[in-house]
């Protein structure tokens, strides 16, 4: 039964084989699509799915409530920890870590190499499922100088050698560190990572401020007990701060590990419910709808050679076939040609999927050895066939089999309704991606052109190792030696991201119960004309500033307009309760830093001797070549800090990272529009096809009165042209609407110009009348005398 059907469907396929092609390689792509973007919304969703203990998992998060908003800290104090551990009864440990990972220099056996390090207590590996191939957790911290590593960088560290447990590494070139443990990789879609895990105490001893109630500067991880509600521990968090520090604006919630990755977006202290997750969702609409779309071209093309099947059908219903076997048959040949589409799509993945990784940045797989991927993908050919099928089935099983074995004309004004209306359809989908691909890359291109307050161009960021800041004198000059650079300054904080910010400062004229949250920054004099800042008022910070009572600041535009009318030279500022005050002494523009949608926030600038700080900042000059530029910092940083490889970050590429997710929907819209376009084409090309084929005789009969080529060509495009109309007629008001919305989430966006409209209007019509073009042409050039006389 099974090779009789088989032969059905080939003898079907063998009948109609450019438009069985079409129809194939329409849902081939269609399924492709879907299938990859599937797959990365399994990653996307299944974060932290290896933690045993999700449910239960827990950060600390605070909010604290200034003039105009709320602002969600990710960071807690770090005394706050033991603290709740021992007074709320239903939390079950709790494990205090760094804020973020810092890459640290290893060497062993003098190989120097980076590795992105973690400060944790003992406790994150009873919380956390971090699975030790070598080692084991009760004995990882038991001494101060101990390190836990993964698999990835024990082969950084030591190679092949596979016995690495007991081996001793030096750190920063200061302190040997033993290897306890090593952990088996931790997967790439896992909140918690790192390379190397190290004693918090050792951050604890280094870190005096961190005994503050009032320093926000680590992540509080709580694991609670079984059976716990977190509403319950939330009521007991919520004042806790404030029996130690009455003045603290800071309330404490938890934040579920569940919604770390998908849902981590706070509007004034209140979780909105958006965050990656909107990505998912987006991206999973646009999967079905590509899908929908090639069902749609299938649906087309089926119905279209409706009249080449009629006899077909008429011969099986009068033998006996009725309407119910005969839909069935159409179904099953749909089905066939979705399962031969999905082995095609297949290989299609297998060709496409190291590029869609690059792409969306995973290491994803098509994993057959996971039944979910197999059952996921047997599950999308069937709906594709159903979906295709259903239409056609329905319409060819009710041919009335006397009026097709008279061979009279069928009827085909209803079918025809629907064809238009499904290419319609079609078009509609791809000018609306057309439209959202063109203002989504305005709305990055609009935001990375934005003028920030400081000059990112060819500014490099360099960490300070080793001796770097007790010999910046002697490296700043030789780097001004190489006649490359422009400037050389030291800064605490990055420019570009946020970094250390306080409330609760006081000054003259400050309105009774204000808060506002101001950024601080530690600089060397020569930070401003480094970064480009601009001097409005007053003096820079000079070298002598760093001991001076009271201590001078440079602060900020915004701040210098919180600070009241006028100018803010010689004002002063101090901490709510602390006589020590700082001395308004110059006056900076404004600049963006931190959220690169947002309004530029008040910043106070301090200077620094080089040993508070933790990172150079070096301009080259904006006429010099870049790889030569870096060629010689890195020969200057060799000669006069050898024990450290170069290690640099160029701020214009800090900027772009930060852009990341809004490019990915830059590229994945660019990607899915042509998809669209194709698959759409792919259909309007077989029924550019049909229409001539069905008008052959028309046509021959108008060439034989004169009519030209072009004419004709004309005569068999507008129809389609018309449709094409339409689509973009509907599609304009609601790629507007959508738009508009998608903006409306950024502070700092575009205003939508109508010429995307018509630039996306314009495309569509041009590729429609390209894909339509070489049928009409072709039907136009045919020799009439042939086609009058066949019968």
């Known amino acids: 039964m099974f090779k009789n059907f088989v032969k059905v469907m080939f003898r079907g396929l063998s009948k109609n084989k450019a438009y069985s092609f079409l129809n194939i390689f329409g849902l081939a792509i269609g399924i492709t699509c879907a299938a990859l973007i599937f797959l990365w919304v399994e990653n996307e969703v299944n974060y932290d799915a290896g933690q045993v203990k999700k449910d239960r998992l827990y950060i600390a998060r605070e909010n604290q409530k200034y003039d105009t908003y709320v602002f969600t800290h990710q960071s807690?104090?770090?005394?706050?920890?033991?603290?709740?551990?021992?007074?709320?009864?239903?939390?079950?440990?709790?494990?205090?870590?760094?804020?973020?990972?810092?890459?640290l220099l290893y060497s062993y056996n003098d190989k120097p190499v980076f590795a992105d390090t973690w400060y944790a207590e003992p406790s994150v590996f009873n919380m956390f499922t971090l699975p030790f191939v070598d080692g084991d957790a009760a004995s990882a911290f038991k001494q101060l100088h101990s390190v836990v590593i993964t698999q990835k960088a024990a082969i950084k560290f030591f190679g092949t050698d596979k016995n690495v447990v007991g081996k001793n590494i030096r750190v920063d070139n200061?302190?040997?560190?033993?290897?306890?443990?090593?952990?088996k990789d931790i997967p790439l879609n896992t909140s918690i990572r790192f390379e190397c895990v190290m004693p918090f105490q050792v951050f604890w001893d280094k870190s005096p401020w961190l005994k503050s109630w009032g320093n926000n500067s680590l992540n509080t991880y709580i694991e609670l007990k079984p059976g716990v509600n977190p509403k319950t521990v939330d009521k007991q968090l919520y004042g806790f701060i404030q029996k130690r520090e009455p003045q603290n604006l800071g309330h404490v919630f938890l934040f579920g590990m569940a919604d770390w990755h998908l849902y981590d977006e706070f509007k004034d202290g209140i979780q909105t419910g958006g965050g990656q997750i909107e990505y998912v969702r987006l991206f999973t609409i646009i999967a079905w709808i590509i899908i929908f779309i090639a069902c749609i071209n299938f649906m087309n093309l089926a119905t279209a050679r409706s009249e080449k099947r009629a006899r077909e059908v008429g011969v099986r219903k009068v033998l006996g076939a009725g309407k119910r076997s005969l839909s069935l048959q159409f179904i099953g040949e749909a089905l066939f040609m979705s399962f031969i589409a999905a082995l095609l799509s297949i290989v299609l993945m297998a060709l496409v999927l190291p590029a869609f990784n690059m792409l969306v940045q995973k290491q994803l797989s098509i994993g057959f050895n996971n039944y979910n991927h197999i059952l996921a993908l047997l599950g999308l050919t069937v709906a594709c066939g159903l979906i295709a099928g259903s239409y056609p089935s329905l319409y060819l099983s009710s041919f009335n089999p006397v009026a097709v074995l008279k061979g009279l004309k069928i009827k085909d004004s209803?079918?025809?309704?629907?064809?238009?209306?499904?290419?319609?359809?079609?078009?509609?989908?791809?000018?609306?991606?057309?439209?959202s691909t063109v203002i989504v890359y305005q709305q990055i291109q609009h935001v990375k052109s934005r003028n920030l307050g400081f000059d990112k161009d060819k500014l490099m960021e360099i960490g300070l190792q080793g001796d770097m800041a007790k010999n910046y004198a002697p490296i700043k000059q030789d780097l001004l030696n190489t006649g490359f650079i422009q400037n050389v300054a030291l800064s605490d904080h990055s420019t570009i991201y946020g970094g250390n910010n306080t409330s609760g400062l006081i000054w003259d004229g400050k309105a009774p119960g204000s808060e506002v949250l101001i950024s601080q920054r530690y600089v060397t004099p020569e930070f401003f004309e480094t970064s480009g800042l601009k001097l409005l008022d007053g003096r820079n910070l000079s070298e002598t500033d760093t001991t001076s009572k009271p201590v001078a600041t440079v602060i900020t535009q915004s701040l210098q307009q919180l600070m009241g009318k006028g100018s803010a030279l010689g004002k002063r500022i101090h901490y709510q309760g602390d006589t020590t005050s700082a001395v308004v002494v110059g006056?900076?523009?404004?600049?963006?830093?931190?959220?690169?949608?947002?309004?530029?926030?008040?910043?106070?600038?301090?200077?620094?001797?080089?040993?508070?700080?933790?990172?150079?900042?070096?301009?080259?000059?904006?006429?010099?070549?870049?790889e030569a530029s870096v060629a010689a910092i890195q020969a200057v940083l060799k000669k006069d800090n050898p024990a450290y490889p170069f290690d640099y970050r160029f701020v214009d590429d800090q900027f772009n990272q930060m852009f990341l997710s809004e490019m990915l929907v830059g590229k994945l819209s660019r990607v899915f529009a042509a998809l669209a376009i194709i698959i759409s084409c792919l259909g309007l090309f077989g029924l550019a096809a049909y229409t001539a084929e069905r008008r052959i005789k028309?046509?021959?009969i108008r060439k034989v009165l004169g009519a030209s080529v072009s004419g004709i060509a004309s005569l068999l495009s507008k129809d389609f042209l018309q449709l094409v109309i339409i689509s973009c007629a509907i599609a304009f008001p609601l790629a507007y609407w959508g738009m508009q919305n998608w903006l409306k989430t950024y502070q700092y966006?575009?205003?939508?110009?109508?010429?995307?409209f018509a630039a996306a209007g314009f495309s569509a019509i041009v590729i429609a009348v390209v894909t339509i073009s070489f049928q009409s042409i072709k039907a136009a050039l045919a020799n009439p005398v042939r086609s009058l006389r066949s019968e």
């Open 76 to 103: 807690t104090p770090g005394v706050m920890g033991p603290a709740i551990q021992a007074e709320i009864p239903g939390i079950a440990n709790v494990c205090r870590t760094s804020e973020g990972n810092s890459s």
């Open 174 to 183: 200061k302190q040997d560190y033993t290897v306890t443990g090593v952990l």
């Open 414 to 435: 209803g079918a025809a309704y629907i064809r238009k209306g499904l290419v319609v359809m079609q078009f509609t989908v791809s000018v609306v991606l057309i439209i």
């Open 587 to 626: 006056v900076v523009n404004d600049y963006v830093y931190g959220n690169m949608y947002g309004k530029p926030d008040p910043v106070m600038f301090f200077s620094a001797s080089p040993v508070h700080t933790d990172r150079m900042y070096v301009k080259i000059k904006a006429q010099q070549p870049v």
């Open 698 to 700: 028309e046509i021959g």
């Open 749 to 756: 966006h575009i205003d939508i110009q109508w010429w995307v």
